[in-house]
């Protein structure tokens, strides 16, 4: 007998015990889920209707622009953790936000900083408000 299946079925026993797995294999974030986990987000990006950072063009005008967005915001002191994170995606001058931020204030100033930038002809602004 391996030394290794005592331990094996001792963690096993205490992930059982603090419901990190069930009997039935499954994890208990399995299922019930997480608020954390942003499965269905994750789901919704994976379906190539949604923007996401990949999707950033590499020519040297929307590069220009995004670093123009995203300077802009981490310079600004008043935003938010949240704000200064948001995604800024620019296609073809058209400049996508997305991620959470702290209020609609937050969601209006980085729209805002978006169409003030030179070389933006549009822009998506998918921010979301985070429940508090």
Do not use: C, F, W, Y
């Amino acid at each position: 007998m391996s030394k290794r299946l005592p331990l094996l079925t001792l963690a096993a026993g205490l992930m059982l015990m603090t419901g990190l797995a069930s009997a039935e294999g499954t994890t208990e974030r399995e299922r019930i889920g997480s608020p954390a986990e942003n499965t269905e987000r994750n789901v919704r990006d994976e379906g190539g209707a949604t923007l996401t950072p990949e999707d950033q063009l590499e020519n040297e005008s929307d590069l220009q622009i995004t670093a123009n967005i995203r300077k802009t915001i981490t310079d600004d002191e008043s935003l938010s953790v949240n704000a200064h994170n948001a995604k800024v995606i620019t296609r073809n001058g058209r400049v996508t936000l997305r991620g959470p931020v702290d209020s609609a204030a937050e969601k209006t100033r980085l729209q805002a900083i978006a169409q003030q930038t030179p070389g933006v002809s549009q822009v998506d602004n998918q921010l979301e408000v985070k429940a508090k």
